[in-house]
């Protein structure tokens, strides 16, 4: 999981589903509450001012991306939403496969499962 503001990355998480399953893709299953920390994270001056101005207006917008593996693609969902307005992941996601080289981790094989 990535969280960014105008683009610029401010924190990334891993998602561990319990019991190791996953939600099928393109389904949604509930709701799930995650963490995303974000450490030495680089914001320019100006865009650093402007996300303290939309976080005291409650105008920030946050970009949120999830990535899961699906066979020799990845799923990613990704969606907009305000601080308070949960609502809103809800209704502006955007969801597509990818073939990525990227790889696929394997629980058991020292990928930090």
Not at 76 to 88: E, F, L, M
Request: proline share 8%; hydrophobic share 40%; net charge neutral.
């Amino acid at each position: 999981m990535q969280v960014s503001y105008l683009r610029v990355p401010l924190a990334a998480g891993r998602v561990r589903p319990a019991d190791g399953l996953c939600a099928p893709p393109w389904k949604s299953t509930g709701d799930l509450a995650v963490v995303a920390r974000g450490k030495a994270v680089a914001v320019p001056g100006f865009l650093l001012h402007s996300l303290a101005e939309d976080m005291r207006t409650r105008e920030a917008v946050f970009e949120v991306t999830l990535m899961s593996p699906h066979g020799s693609y990845w799923h990613v969902c990704t969606c907009w939403g305000k601080i308070g307005d949960a609502a809103a992941l809800e209704n502006s996601c955007a969801t597509s496969l990818v073939q990525a080289d990227l790889p696929v981790p394997q629980p058991g094989r020292g990928g930090g499962d």
